[in-house]
T-cell receptor
Framework: AQSVTQPDIHITVSEGASLELRCNYS??????LFWYVQSPGQGLQLLLK??????LVQGIKGFEAEFKRSQSSFNLRKPSVHWSDAAEYFC????????????FGQGTTLQVKP | DAGITQSPRHKVTETGTPVTLRCHQT?????MYWYRQDPGHGLRLIHY???????DKGEVSDGYSVSRSKTEDFLLTLESATSSQTSVYFC????????????FGPGTRLTVT
């Protein structure tokens, strides 16, 4: 069955420290991979996406993610976290079907310490 | 930001009453989706639409129905609301021409008492 796992429910990092949020997926076909961010009380905003090509993708707000097919992973990284990055982050996977359906992970809540 | 609005933004209703949530888009995207968001579950797909009058079930469709009579509107109905349907509901849209990237509305917080 198709699934997405975000192993870390909650992560706390100090402002200025580096960040890596983990995402593992199970998907039979070539996946489309996404990271979304949700600030408190807000909808989801697309951070970045991977469809094909270069496995290191750049997104908004200084985020990047690397697709590793051999590890079925799509981890999100940022070299230096800002207090405004505190939010919930969701990894999602979909395929090139004609429905565009996505499967979401459970989410990781990021807390940033001053 | 994609032109997606949801109404109402907040609603409190009683068990057993019908409730309809509306999603409206101005992007002319073909695909529309309804999700619910609950702690520990991420987002789960309720129903989706791939065109006017074309809809299908998602993973948590029991107790929900949808309708899409126009490209821009996608309605979610809780036929007889239950406390387990207390949740935050998000609408999303996508277009196959941009690889089905989904864009989300602001959400509706529904409380069933």
């Amino acid at each position: 069955a198709q699934s997405v796992t975000q192993p870390d429910i909650h992560i706390t990092v100090s402002e200025g420290a580096s960040l890596e949020l983990r995402c593992n997926y199970s998907y039979g076909a070539t996946p489309y991979l996404f990271w979304y961010v949700q600030s408190p009380g807000q909808g989801l905003q697309l951070l970045l996406k991977y469809f094909s090509g270069d496995t290191l993708v750049q997104g908004i707000k200084g985020f990047e993610a690397e697709f590793k097919r051999s590890q079925s992973s799509f981890n999100l990284r940022k070299p230096s976290v800002h207090w405004s990055d505190a939010a919930e982050y969701f990894c999602a996977v979909g395929g090139s079907s004609n429905t565009g359906k996505l499967i979401f992970g459970q989410g990781t809540t990021l807390q940033v310490k001053p | 930001d994609a032109g997606i609005t949801q109404s109402p933004r907040h609603k409190v209703t009683e068990t057993g009453t019908p409730v309809t949530l509306r999603c409206h888009q101005t992007e002319n995207h073909r695909y529309m989706y309804w999700y619910r968001q609950d702690p520990g579950h991420g987002l789960r797909l309720i129903h989706y639409s791939y065109g006017v009058k074309d809809t299908d079930k998602g993973e948590v469709s029991d107790g929900y129905s949808v309708s899409r009579s126009k490209t821009e509107d996608f309605l979610l109905t809780l036929e007889s609301a239950t406390s387990s349907q207390t949740s935050v509901y998000f609408c999303a849209i996508s277009d196959e021409r941009i690889n089905y990237e989904q864009y989300f509305g602001p959400g509706t917080r529904l409380t069933v008492t």
